[in-house]
Structure formats: C-alpha cells, structure tokens
C-alpha cells in the first residue's frame, strides 16, 4: 500500500472568511466536489511548514504569515492500494491572489456559514467543517 501525506490550509483574511479554490476540470475532471483550501501533496525529505508555504505559494503566490495551526488529520482511504493522511491547517496569508490556473480555475473568500451551506465541495472540507465547527 502507498501512504502519501498532504497539507492543507484555510487562509482566513482580516474580513473573517476563508478561501477557497474550485479545482480545474481538466486537471481533475473526475472529481467531485470541486470547492476546496489551498494544499497538496507533501515532498519527502522537506517539513510541513515548508510543504505548505510551497503549496500555498504555487497555487496562489501568497506569502504565509507566522506559524499556522494544524486543526485536523483525516484518512482518505477511496483508492483501492494508496492511503493518504490529509492534514489541515488554519492561518492567515499575505500578498494579492494569482492562481495557478492549471490547479485551480476560480477562488473566493467564504465565512464559516457560507462553507457549511456549499454546494459542490470537497467532501473531506465538509467533514472537517461538521465535526469542527
């Protein structure tokens, strides 16, 4: 079995809301659930902290600011052979938006209400939103 690790982060603004992208179609088009946070897969070898700034910087060019704050870990065990250890962060970014539009087509700020209300979003985000806030 394959065991990868992935990061994730809710950006919070100064407003109170949180981004969110709308993963690409064409890169993922089986995908369900398509409003997610910034994150991927971890590279072997570098931190989290680094992972994340990475991530966070590539899909968005935003800076991280301080130290963020890991609220979960979840399982994703949906492919037969691979389990992946998700794990999501909350923290605040600087610096203007500019997606990688390959990974991502679309973004938006949310507040917590509006997220638990989404349609058409990541099923482990909607977990995570029911059970921690």
Avoid: C, M
């Amino acid at each position: 079995i394959i065991l990868q690790v992935g990061v994730k982060i809710l950006i919070k603004n100064k407003e109170g809301k949180f981004l969110l992208v709308r993963r690409s179609l064409e890169k993922y088009p089986e995908i369900k659930g398509r409003w997610d946070v910034v994150g991927g897969r971890i590279e072997p070898g570098t931190s989290l902290l680094e992972n994340l700034q990475r991530e966070v910087f590539e899909e968005t060019k935003l800076k991280l600011l301080g130290i963020p704050t890991l609220i979960a870990a979840q399982d994703i065990l949906r492919i037969p052979g691979k389990h992946i250890v998700r794990l999501t962060y909350t923290g605040e970014a600087e610096g203007k938006i500019v997606l990688d539009t390959a990974e991502n087509d679309s973004y938006q700020w949310y507040t917590k209400e509006e997220i638990k209300n989404l349609e058409d979003i990541d099923v482990y985000l909607k977990e995570l939103y029911e059970s921690k806030f």
